[in-house]
């Protein structure tokens, strides 16, 4: 913080993309400044405050759910059309952050623009198959939000681009889902293990299986075997028991592993 020399508070996006881009500034993307204050590199000069950029709304678009990424957790948790889509899951998600001060003032593009751990909204973007627009030097971008932390993208969000909006498609609308936050308390960042699971039914058979898991490791994941077990028909049991495999082998340990599958199982027990 020290080697702040400028503050820039700019109204458009073109704007905003340019300081970031240019040399003289050394910028970074200031959102609701919750994280950036506290791991600010010290090669930063220059705070690109976000506040009065359009980046704000939720929306529907073509059917489409699009959160702006300058929406707060807030925002997110009192929306009308968070809260009716996919079961009201990004709106609960949005609830789980720690504390109101926080959900005040933290945006959905601040915590997704850098992997972490302990995030939110990663394993739920993850697991509704999110997609991300960035605009970049390029122009605007369209990425999967599986796509955003990965280094093919070569972008460095709030550094060399600015993440404007989120969009939830409309095939998960319907989504039966939930959302975990497996913690010591309510208010907590850190939790054991963060999980989000999603399933649609056609009679009897499930035609449709997210299981993502946060938490474990910067970035979240999707558990392939627990989700191939609910398409089988397999039933809770077997699922669980391919869930549990899944999260040993990515080491959680055998408290995370017994308690997620655990959870899962009551979850594929209330479709
Ligand atoms: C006490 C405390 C409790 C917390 N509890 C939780 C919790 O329970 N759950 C949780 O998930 N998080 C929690 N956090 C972490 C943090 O608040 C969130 O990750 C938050 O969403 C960050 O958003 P922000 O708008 O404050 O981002 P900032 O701090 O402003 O920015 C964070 C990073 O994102 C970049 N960035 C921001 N907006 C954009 C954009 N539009 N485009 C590109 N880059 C961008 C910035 O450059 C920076 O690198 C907590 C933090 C604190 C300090």
Not at 26 to 49: F, H, I, R
Not at 96 to 103: D, G, K, N, P, T
Not at 202 to 231: D, M, N, T, W, Y
Request: with cysteine; net charge positive.
């Amino acid at each position: 913080m020290k080697n702040i020399k400028y503050y820039v508070c700019p109204s458009t996006v073109k704007e905003a993309l340019a300081v970031l881009l240019s040399k003289k500034y050394k910028a970074m993307a200031l959102a609701g400044g919750t994280l950036v204050s506290k791991t600010l590199p010290d090669t930063v000069e220059t705070y690109l405050d976000l506040k009065n950029l359009p980046i704000k709304g939720i929306r529907l678009q073509g059917g489409n759910l699009v959160i702006g990424a300058g929406a707060t957790f807030d925002e997110i948790d009192r929306s009308k059309l968070c809260r009716s889509w996919a079961g009201g899951c990004v709106s609960r998600a949005a609830e789980a952050c720690s504390s109101q001060l926080v959900r005040n003032m933290a945006t959905i593009g601040g915590n997704i623009a850098r992997p972490h751990s302990f995030n939110i909204f990663p394993v739920v973007l993850l697991g509704l198959d999110a997609k991300v627009r960035l605009q970049t030097k390029k122009g605007a971008q369209l990425v999967d939000f599986q796509d955003l932390y990965s280094s093919g993208l070569g972008l460095r969000p709030g550094l060399d681009s600015l993440i404007t909006e989120i969009v939830i498609p409309v095939k998960t609308r319907k989504w039966k889902c939930e959302f975990i936050k497996l913690a010591k308390t309510a208010s907590s960042w850190e939790s054991y293990i963060k999980l989000f699971f999603s399933a649609e039914k056609k009679g009897k058979s499930v035609i449709q299986a997210r299981v993502a898991v946060g938490a474990l490791s910067p970035r979240p994941f999707r558990a392939p075997e627990a989700e191939k077990a609910l398409l089988s028909g397999a039933g809770a049991e077997a699922a669980a028991k391919a869930f549990a495999a899944e999260l040993e082998a990515a080491r959680a340990g055998e408290y995370r592993s017994s308690a997620a599958s655990s959870l899962f199982k009551r979850f594929v027990n209330s479709l």
